[in-house]
Structure formats: structure tokens, C-alpha cells
């Protein structure tokens, strides 16, 4: 575990401060999107498709119009005029703004009402009426791509079937050669079902277009606000709208889970009104809107396979994927990687031989691909090889944790390079599987699961020894749009000692004016209280690429970092000057500087910053200022062990979390309560899609979870007591050897259950469920194998 180096006054790193933003929350007095109001202010809502693919013969606004209070009714024929009834998505594909011609998934924007009140634009809604003539609709993957089938994307020219992109990568001679010498194969197939954010806060913004200034302004609820800022002036720049005239402020957000890294419609119909009407206009989401029509995770299907010799040695790894991304690519993924970051399936075993292959395809289903608090579809690797290895250690009749620590890393072959690719920074997997064995008690737990077999009492112990991969750049590889991936920070220190710092990240409850404060108190001795974070603001913000897959500790807390101290090399010298002595005879800790060997000739920062402003020496500039834009050299891969103790009812099927232990390691921490925070609230998320969580649509494209009546979201009920600890195995590259931390527990927890759920049930044949883990779905296997006849 790391030192502290500062006083729980000033709170550097490694302190326990409790968190900045938490008293305007927890008193109800966050400043969110809705909040926002305007005078003259408009309001806007949404006329969407009842069917998933139809085209749009007609649509009569008359009854609208007669309304009181409706102004307007947009449709894609209005934006067309302007050429904005398309727009490009964050993986260089189009989408409808609004469809002229057609609609492509349930739930799409048709047409949007304009109103001087919510109520009266939702009674508008209700009144436009639409004429459909229903097309054939493609829910399947597989018969998306089947010959014969219909083209869904008429708009793309040339293109005669629903393929979106064939991806692969790594050695595919060598894995085949390596399946055929193996003395044991495995082979599973495995679905991970659509799922959606389901944050606090859906999705919403207020446009406001100032036609004297010409400048837009637009509040929204958006993770990457200077990204969003270059998109909208790449798509509107042809109707006047230039990036220096536009201002995307991002206030308090509820939560964003990747849900508000992509472009909806419906913040670009609130532009383009407000641009029409020389009036603020606000769109709000409701909650069915957002759970029915936002991007979607997840949704591969995969097939995988593992190789290895007869004494358990992993050999290789070779997964085929469909990935079904509804009806446009709007993955939020780096440029480079279709599937994203998918091929870090090796996980944390040392493979010789990997071949992945993944397809993205097109149906009549919403969006999907954004990254559900998940570096760009780890969790999808995760799940493939934390299940995958359970079935050959099962496979081999060997114990799934000796088998796991006979295939890991070794702590000695760090920095390592994968089969596929990555250079993977630091980790000790075995200690922390050690100590989460130790934690729950392991081999006791082993001898009452036998005990209880021979009762016929079904309990199951699952792992998950997963490798995280977050903090996309380096820019070299990452880039969205073309934009490089990298972040920034800003720090300006008053005179009186007192700073304010700005960053291109983008907070949705993390806790970053907090953490962000600790890394400056940590590196310049100025405390916690005396340090204002800013995110969100893009006229006032260093440019970033904005908060999603854990990058922001990885790259903005690595700006903070080293703009810190290019203030403290600007400091040594003042304080050289103010003391009369040279500069390396100065030394630092944190807060002051003192003359070597005269501890009692000193001068604290905040003297030096005083004198930065009035007693600087000749020839420098005043103010004490700094600016990092943060290009990673690499990614960091935080890591874990997870371990679930399940009893299951051998009536109902039900399953039943006995206990929980998750051991993290995500190298130096900057606060120790808020990581635990992020690991609590991830391992619920981990828990949904394990047990509960499922988007499906039947074979008109109608979804069957449209309302949380349908869509299962865990309440304090379903959830266990989290039992977390910690081992500490520093990133060699980022300045303060920290890893991201926000998704790990989301990204590991799943196959912790579902391998716990299938241990319980392999000696009755089962070898693989999918999640989420349902009742049925268990009574069904107990069913089959006879053990309730119920
Ligand atoms: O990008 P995002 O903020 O979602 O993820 P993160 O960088 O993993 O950080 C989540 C929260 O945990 C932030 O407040 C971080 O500063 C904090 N954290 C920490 O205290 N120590 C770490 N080693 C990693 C994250």
C-alpha cells in the first residue's frame, strides 16, 4: 500500500475525504439539465414509430397544429431543407435525425412537436398522425446475414447485405495449429444479451441560439462535451454554426454509464429548432423514451474455444463473434477497433496462441454498441474467457482457482505482451486471487459444497480473475471520429493561494471534484478545501475527450499530475529568488520549499504564489499558471478476483448470492472511500445483467422490456453484502501509478455469478447458462436433469 504524504488537511493522495460535490446532491441542490430555465423558453417531445421497419407514407400535424400552445411540428422533410435529417455517428456511419423515407427500429424519432409547454407538446404528439405501410422486419443476427434477405441500409449506395464490418485479429495459423496438437478442447456458445444504462437522470438538453451573437448554447446531458462540440460544428458548420460559436455546457449529471457519450436525435432537433425559432427550446426525455430508444450495450453472440494440454496448460484461445449493432454502427468505439476492445478476451492468462473474428451487423433494432461502463466491449471479452476458462478447468476436473493460477501471468513477465496484442502495464493475479481465497475461506467452502452434494443441496463457488484494460489514448491508436484521444487539465492559482482547475473530463457522479482536488493537493501541498474543480464548460475547459470508460484518472488525473508540477518547477525557482538561494539547493515537500539542511529558511506555496503575482524575480512572467494536454504511453489494466458463493433452490430454481468478495487492484488510490464507492455501485451493475437484466424484441421488432415493469433492475432486496479488499500493484507509466477503477467491479462480476450458478449444477450435466441467470432458466436445467420434478 502506498504512503501518505500529506496531512488529512491538505488530502493529498490516499486519504479518505469525503466528497466535495456530496453536499449539494444529498440536499437536492445538483444543478441538472431539467433544472435549466429559460425565459420564452420552448419545449419539445417526440412522435416515435410503432413498427420497427416501415415506410412513412404520410404524416398529417393538422390536429396537432390546432392545439393551443403548439407551435410546430418537425419533421425529416423540415431538416432536410437543411441537410441535417442525417448525421454521422461516433463510428463514422449515419444516422437519422429524423426519416424522410423510412423507419428502421421501434421507438425512432419521426416527427418532433414544438410547444410552449411540455404538456401541451406531449398532447401534440398524441394528436400527429402518422401513415405506416409495414416492410419486412430483420431481428436476427444470423438471418440479418443470411442470402435473401432484406437490405436494411437502401440509404447506402452499393450495398447488398447487412454486414457492417468483418474485424480479426491475431494468429490464426498458429491458433488452428494449436487447437490440432491440443490433448483437450473446449468449444461454448455464448449470448450476452442487450442491455441498457437505466441512469437516475435520461437524456435531455436545453439549445439556446442567440441570433444577435449568432452563438449557440446548448445544455445536455452529454459524458464527452468538447468532442460533441466538434461534431455539431463538423455536421451544422454549412448553416453557420462555427465551433467557436458554439458553447456545450454539461451541469450535474445523473449518471451516464456510456448512455450519454452518442448524439441523439433529439438534441439536434432541440438545436435546429432553436436556430429556427430564435428561441430556447428544452427536450427531456422520459423515462420509457430512454429505456425504448437510447444506444444499447452489449448484444454478442460468440462462439469460443480453448485448447490446452492434458496437465491444464492453456494453449489457445479462438472466439468467432456476431455482433449485432441494430440499425447503424453508433458504437462508441476508437476509429481503429470495430469491436473495441474486445481483444483483451485473452484475459489474465498467458496464451500462446489467439484468433478473434467478429462481424457487426445490421437489424431493425435501436443503436447498440455504447460502452455500458466498459472500456469499449471488455466486458464482453471478460465474460467470454472468465466463462471459458471454468468450463475446461471443469472440463479437466480440476479446482477452477489452482487451474486459474497454473495459466496466469507471471508478476515476473510484466510488461507483458498478449497473444492479440496489448502490452499489458503491471499485475500480480495471483495475490489477489490469494487473497480473496483467504478472504471467503475457500477450502472450507470447497468441503460443504461436497458435503452438501451428497444431500442433494446445490451450492456453487464461481471466480473471476479478470485484467481490465481503460484510459484510451495513447492517441496514436485511439481516436473517435479522428479526434486523438488523450485529456487535459488547466490550473490557475490566484494570488491569495487559492486554485481553480479545469478539466476536458466530464464527471457523472464520480466524484472527480474531489479526486482531482486530492491529486493537486498531493503534488503542490495546497489543500483539498482551497482547490475549485471545473468540468463541462467547453469555453472554459482544456479540450478532452470526456469521461467513459474509466480514462479519466488514466488521462485527466495524469494531466493534473503533470501540470501540478510544471507549477512546482516554476515555484522553485520564486521561492530560489524569495530565499536568496539557488534552486537545487531547494528541496520540496509537500507545501513548501526549504533550503537543504535549514529546514527553518522556508517558504510555503502560498507565499511563493503571493510573490508570483507581486514580487517575482526580473525577466519572468507574472501568475502562476499551467496547462497538460496528457497523451497516455499506454493504457493501465486494473485487475481482480472475484468470488461468489451461491445456493440455489432446488424447487424454484431462485438463486440465492450466500456471499461476495471482490479484491481490486488498481495500483496507487487517490481516494480510498470513493474507489470503494465506485466498487459497490459497479458490482451491482455486474449483478444486474448477471440475474436480471435482458433487452429482447420478438419477431416484429416489438421490445418486450419496455418499462422497469419488464426490465429487472436489482434493488437493496436482490443485492448481497459486497465484501471488497485491495492489493496494489502500481501502473509503471502514469505519473501517480494509478489505474481506472470505475468499471472494473461492472466488467468482473458477472461471470463470478454465472460460474458460481453453473459449479452448482456441473455434476448434474449443466455446462453453460446464459445470463442473465433466471429462475426458469435454472428450474428448466434442474427440470431436465431430474432433480425437481415440480
Ligand atoms: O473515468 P471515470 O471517472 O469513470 O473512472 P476512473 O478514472 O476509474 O475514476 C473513478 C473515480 O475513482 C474517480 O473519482 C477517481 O479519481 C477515483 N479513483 C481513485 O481514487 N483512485 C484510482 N486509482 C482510480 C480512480
Known amino acids: ?124 404528439v398524441a394528436a400527429v398522425e402518422v401513415t405506416y405501410e409495414p416492410l419486412p422486419v430483420v431481428v436476427d443476427p444470423f438471418k440479418a446475414l443470411e ?62 441560439f442567440d441570433r444577435v451573437f449568432g452563438q449557440l448554447t446548448v445544455w445536455m446531458t452529454t459524458q464527452a462535451p468538447h468532442a460533441i462540440r466538434t461534431v455539431f460544428a463538423l455536421v ?62 452489449r448484444d454478442y453472440h460468440i462462439t469460443a ?34 469491436a473495441g476492445l474486445f481483444h483483451i478476451c485473452t484475459g489474465s492468462y498467458d496464451f500462446r496462441a489467439a484468433h478473434v473474428e467478429v462481424d457487426g451487423v445490421y437489424t431493425n433494432k435501436p443503436p447498440g454498441g455504447i460502452a455500458y461502463r466498459c472500456s469499449f466491449r471488455v466486458t464482453e471479452a471478460v465474460h467470454t474467457i472468465e466463462r471459458m476458462v471454468d468450463i475446461m478447468a471443469h472440463e479437466l476436473q480440476m479446482d477452477p482457482a489452482e487451474f486459474r493460477k497454473k495459466n496466469f501471468i507471471a508478476p515476473e513477465h510484466f510488461p507483458y505482451t498478449s497473444a492479440l496484442g496489448w502490452e499489458y502495464d503491471s499485475g500480480n493475479y495471483g495475490a489477489a486471487l490469494e487473497l480473496a481465497m483467504h478472504k471467503i475461506g475457500y477450502a472450507e467452502l470447497r468441503r460443504e459444497q461436497a458435503e452438501k452434494r451428497q444431500r442433494g443441496e446445490l451450492m456453487g463457488i464461481g471466480i473471476s480473475s479478470f485484467t481490465e484494460i481503460v484510459g484510451a489514448g495513447p492517441s496514436k491508436h485511439f481516436d473517435i471520429l479522428g479526434i486523438k ?12 493561494g487559492k486554485v481553480i482547475a479545469r478539466f476536458g473530463t466530464k464527471s457523472q457522479g464520480q466524484g472527480h471534484e474531489t479526486t482531482y482536488a486530492q491529486i493537486l493537493a498531493e503534488e503542490l501541498g495546497i489543500p483539498v478545501a482551497d482547490i475549485q474543480v471545473e468540468e463541462g464548460d467547453t469555453d472554459t475547459a482544456p479540450y478532452g475527450l470526456g469521461t467513459y470508460a474509466s480514462r479519466s484518472t488514466p488521462t485527466a488525473g495524469a494531466a493534473a499530475a503533470i501540470a501540478s508540477r510544471k507549477i512546482r518547477d516554476k515555484a522553485r525557482k520564486i521561492a530560489a529568488h524569495l530565499l536568496e538561494a539557488s534552486e537545487e539547493d531547494l528541496e520540496w515537500e509537500p507545501g513548501k520549499f526549504f533550503v537543504k539542511g535549514s529546514p527553518e529558511r522556508s517558504k510555503t506555496i502560498q507565499e511563493i504564489t503571493f510573490a508570483a503575482y507581486t514580487n517575482h524575480p526580473q525577466g519572468m512572467e507574472a501568475g502562476l499558471e499551467a496547462v497538460s ?77 419496455g418499462s422497469f415493469m419488464d426490465y429487472l433492475l436489482p434493488t437493496a432486496m436482490e443485492t448481497p453484502n459486497w465484501e471488497t479488499d485491495k492489493t496494489c500493484t502500481p501502473s509503471p507509466h502514469h505519473p501517480l501509478g494509478a489505474k481506472g477503477i470505475g468499471e472494473s467491479a461492472t466488467v468482473g462480476a458477472p461471470a463470478a455469478i454465472a460460474n458460481a450458478v453453473v459449479d452448482a449444477l456441473w455434476h448434474l450435466g449443466v455446462r453453460h447458462i446464459d445470463i442473465p441467470i433466471t429462475p426458469e432458466k435454472v428450474w428448466q436445467c434442474l427440470r431436465a436433469s431430474g432433480v425437481t420434478d415440480r
Not at 485 to 496: G, V
Open 485 to 496: 484521444m488523450f485529456d487535459s487539465c488547466e490550473i490557475r492559482i490566484h494570488p491569495t
Open 1 to 124: 500500500m502506498m504512503t501518505l504524504r500529506t496531512s488529512p488537511e491538505v488530502g493529498g493522495m490516499g486519504h479518505a475525504v469525503k466528497r466535495k460535490e456530496d453536499p449539494r446532491f444529498i440536499r437536492g441542490q445538483g444543478r441538472y439539465v431539467d433544472d435549466i430555465e429559460l425565459p420564452g423558453m420552448l419545449y419539445l417531445d417526440i412522435v416515435r414509430s410503432p413498427y420497427a421497419h416501415a415506410t412513412i407514407k404520410n404524416i398529417d400535424a393538422a390536429k396537432a397544429l390546432a392545439i393551443p400552445g403548439v407551435l410546430d411540428v418537425i419533421t425529416g422533410a423540415t431538416l432536410a431543407k437543411y441537410n441535417l435529417h442525417w448525421m454521422p455517428t461516433l463510428m463514422s456511419d449515419m444516422q437519422m435525425v429524423l426519416p424522410v423515407e423510412k423507419v428502421m427500429y421501434q421507438a425512432q424519432e419521426v416527427a418532433a412537436v414544438l410547444a410552449t409547454d411540455r404538456y401541451s407538446a406531449a398532447d401534440g
Open 236 to 297: 451544422a458548420g454549412h448553416v453557420g454554426l462555427a465551433e467557436h460559436k458554439i458553447r456545450i455546457i454539461s451541469p450535474d449529471i445523473g449518471g451516464g454509464f456510456g448512455g450519454k457519450v452518442p448524439v441523439y436525435p433529439g438534441y439536434v432537433i432541440a438545436v435546429a429548432a432553436s436556430v429556427l425559432t430564435g428561441k430556447p427550446v428544452k427536450w427531456i426525455e422520459d423515462r420509457m423514451e430512454n429505456l425504448q430508444a437510447d444506444s444499447f450495450a
Open 629 to 705: 494536454y496528457y497523451d497516455p504511453p499506454n493504457l493501465t489494466f486494473p485487475f481482480g478476483s472475484y468470488i461468489c458463493v451461491v445456493d440455489i433452490d432446488t424447487g424454484t430454481g431462485e438463486v440465492k448470492i450466500r456471499r461476495f468478495v471482490a479484491v481490486d487492484d488498481c495500483g496507487n488510490i487517490i481516494n480510498p472511500m470513493i474507489v470503494e464507492g465506485q466498487i459497490h455501485g459497479g458490482l451491482t451493475m455486474g449483478l444486474a445483467p448477471a440475474l436480471f437484466e435482458e433487452i429482447s424484441y420478438d419477431e416484429q421488432g416489438n421490445i418486450r422490456q
Open 147 to 208: 442470402p435473401g434477405a432484406p437490405v436494411l441500409r437502401t440509404d447506402k449506395p452499393g450495398k447488398t447485405d447487412n454486414r457492417i464490418f468483418h474485424w480479426e485479429v491475431g494468429d490464426k495459423a498458429a491458433t488452428d495449429r494449436a487447437f490440432r496438437d491440443a490433448a483437450v478442447t473446449v468449444k461454448q456458445d455464448l449470448y450476452i444479451p442487450r442491455i441498457h444504462v437505466s441512469s437516475i437522470e435520461t437524456c435531455g438538453c436545453v439549445a439556446q
Open 305 to 338: 474455444e480453448l485448447a490446452a494440454q492434458r496437465d491444464g496448460t492453456l494453449t489457445a484461445l479462438r472466439i468467432k463473434t456476431l455482433a449485432d449493432h441494430g440499425y447503424t454502427d453508433a458504437a462508441a468505439n476508437p476509429s481503429k477497433f470495430p
